[in-house]
């Protein structure tokens, strides 16, 4: 499974009732790591 098809996990999150603010947070997260090990 790509990095990619996982973001999708943490995007149904929105629908848990998550804080835009921690969903930024995760974003950002997800493109730092994505960015330094590749979309494997």
Known sequence: MK????W????DK???GFSP???KAY????KVLT???GNY
């Open 14 to 16: 929105r629908i848990m």
């Open 8 to 11: 999708t996990l943490y995007d």
């Open 3 to 6: 990095m990619t098809d996982l």
């Open 35 to 37: 960015r330094e090990i």
């Open 21 to 23: 603010h921690t969903l």
């Open 27 to 30: 974003s950002l997260q997800f």
